[in-house]
């Protein structure tokens, strides 16, 4: 069964009256401009849960046609697993795609039980002679792979063999120039092991073992030219990484060796000193934002000794990157540092004596004070309420969306609630640790997440739903509602949403 994780426990109250249950994950943030936005939310959270059309057609239509559906989709993926070994790129390249697509919409763990061998055989060609777009679709198939098999021992087999191929092409300098990366900051994760607990979060040290021995990311540091170019396959690689040891790793070992890998990749753009960060290359920040969501995401399940070790080292350099060029860089920069803030705040008292130096005689203080707090909350809240007009409208307004949920978790520690409806369910969303969750999921299963949080009981496990809701054609039927129901309501949500927006419309200057 899936280890607990942070973050994932469900949220008191049941179900809902509606049938849906409760439970707490990552929503997609609005990009709203001030508090009209939540008031808003409240307004679409009464409305009738509607069945998605994934929903409809899987518990709707016949059940011949159900299962002649499913046989025409397994035939297919026979003959995308055949082409993952054909000698054309292209023919190679088309199958992965497809295959990508394929577990991302649906549910194919059983037919994926019967052929994960052959499955991983041929990513794992891929991966070592593919090159560019090959590379970063093997490594998106390994990363739904993962999610399809769980965190059971196949799942981890599967995740242990292709593991090494994952980081050689983060960190292998004899990788080829357009995959390669020069990163030489090592993590001095080792000297601190035998304060994680011996079992915590899934992850078992047996008693009188050595500590795990963890190899530096290897490479050199080199000039921002001689980096070559990274690739989405890079990218993907980090990502697939970071969900593949989410789901699937059960032994500190590989939880430990692969944030020490993830961690290497963006400290290359902190600097050791100073508050700016040194200069990156734009065909780096994709990579650098991408390994540190998958960073971030590793956190939520990391022992708290290890957490309080990561926080002496990388919370004073972590600010660095919010004066990246990159908007996406900045905005994964402020919410792992609002990760970190809340992962801070769950730390017993006896943890946080390790980040707060003071004698011992000295009472010890619950709350985590950082030094540099008014520096940060300044800058925070300058990307908060940036209107410069070279940036594009997008990238302002989903910037200051988050850097207000950022700053206003910072300096007051509440969490802006979200949710997320599918099907008859409804997800409450109340921590940073279930935004990166649900974030990375989302990020791989694309639409096919509420498919997914539906039907796959490894997220629903984690989300805290509880069991696969089994409904009938007629208690489907009864949930239904009319298309003149739903206009009237979207007519209604219409009304309301710009009423509550023209209330504070000219106030914006004093929203932050």
């Known amino acids: 069964m899936p280890r607990a994780r942070k973050g994932s426990a469900p949220r008191r109250g049941g179900q809902r009256s509606g049938g849906g249950a409760r439970s707490s994950t990552q929503a997609d943030s609005g990009s709203s401009e001030d508090e009209a936005a939540s008031e808003a939310r409240s307004t679409t959270s009464e409305c009738p849960s509607l069945l998605s059309t994934a929903a409809e057609e899987s518990f709707g239509g016949d059940a011949v046609d159900e299962q002649g559906q499913q046989e025409d989709l397994e035939e297919k993926l026979k003959e995308y697993v055949d082409c993952l070994t054909d000698k054309s790129a292209k023919t190679r390249q088309g199958a992965l795609e497809s295959l990508r697509l394929a577990l991302a919409a649906h549910l194919l763990s059983d037919f994926l039980l019967e052929r994960r061998l052959t499955v991983a055989d041929a990513l794992e060609k891929c991966l070592k002679k593919g090159k560019g777009e090959e590379q970063a679709l093997a490594a998106a198939v390994l990363g739904l792979l993962c999610v399809q098999l769980g965190p059971g021992p196949k799942g981890e087999e599967l995740f242990h063999s292709l593991q090494p191929l994952l980081v050689s092409v983060l960190s292998d300098s004899t990788a080829s120039p357009a995959v390669r990366l020069h990163v030489s900051v090592p993590c001095p994760v080792t000297p601190f092991l035998h304060l994680i607990p011996k079992q915590r979060h899934g992850f078992h040290l047996p008693p009188g073992s050595p500590a795990p021995r963890v190899s530096p990311v290897a490479g050199n540091p080199g000039s921002p030219s001689d980096h070559g170019l990274a690739l989405p396959s890079s990218q993907q690689c980090a990502s697939a990484l970071g969900l593949g040891c989410y789901v699937a790793a059960t032994d500190v070992q590989d939880l430990v060796?692969?944030?020490?890998?993830?961690?290497?990749?963006?400290?290359?753009?902190?600097?050791?000193?100073?508050?700016?960060?040194?200069?990156?290359?734009?065909?780096?920040?994709?990579?650098?934002?991408?390994?540190?969501?998958?960073?971030a995401l590793l956190l939520t399940i990391c022992p708290s000794a290890h957490i309080s070790r990561i926080l002496d080292r990388q919370l004073p350099r972590l600010p660095q990157l919010l004066s990246s060029?990159?908007?996406?860089?900045?905005?994964?920069?402020?919410?792992?540092?609002?990760?970190?803030?809340?992962?801070?705040?769950?730390?017993?008292?006896?943890?946080?004596?390790?980040?707060?130096?003071?004698?011992?005689?000295?009472?010890?203080?619950?709350?985590?004070?950082?030094?540099?707090?008014?520096?940060?909350?300044?800058?925070?809240?300058?990307?908060?309420?940036?209107?410069?007009?070279?940036?594009?409208?997008?990238?302002?307004?989903?910037?200051?969306?988050?850097?207000?949920?950022?700053?206003?978790?910072?300096?007051?520690?509440?969490?802006?609630?979200?949710?997320?409806?599918?099907?008859?369910?409804?997800?409450?969303?109340?921590?940073?640790?279930?935004?990166?969750?649900?974030?990375?999921?989302?990020?791989?299963?694309?639409?096919?997440?509420?498919?997914?949080?539906?039907?796959?009981?490894?997220?629903?496990?984690?989300?805290?739903?509880?069991p696969v809701l089994v409904l009938d054609a007629t208690a489907l039927k009864a949930c239904k509602i009319s298309r003149f129901e739903k206009h009237l309501y979207n007519a209604a949500a219409f009304k309301a949403r710009t009423k509550a927006r023209s209330r504070v419309r000219d106030k914006r200057a004093d929203i932050l």
Not at 377 to 404: E, H, M, V
Request: proline share 4%; hydrophobic share 40%; with cysteine.
């Open 325 to 466: 060029e990159s908007v996406n860089l900045r905005m994964a920069a402020g919410e792992t540092i609002a990760l970190l803030f809340e992962l801070t705040r769950d730390l017993e008292p006896t943890e946080l004596r390790l980040l707060l130096p003071r004698p011992p005689s000295l009472p010890l203080q619950e709350d985590f004070v950082y030094e540099d707090m008014e520096a940060l909350c300044s800058t925070l809240r300058t990307l908060a309420t940036d209107s410069n007009k070279y940036r594009a409208k997008a990238d302002r307004r989903r910037q200051r969306s988050t850097f207000r949920s950022v700053l206003h978790f910072v300096e007051g520690g509440e969490c802006e609630e979200e949710t997320v409806r599918f099907g008859l369910e409804v997800l409450y969303v109340d921590s940073w640790a279930r935004r990166r969750v649900y974030a990375a999921f989302k990020d791989a299963l694309g639409s096919g997440m509420h498919h997914h949080l539906q039907n796959n009981e490894l997220l629903r496990d984690i989300f805290g739903l509880g």
């Open 257 to 295: 060796s692969c944030l020490t890998c993830l961690e290497g990749v963006f400290s290359r753009s902190c600097g050791v000193g100073g508050s700016t960060a040194p200069v990156v290359p734009v065909s780096l920040q994709g990579l650098l934002c991408a390994a540190l969501q998958a960073w």
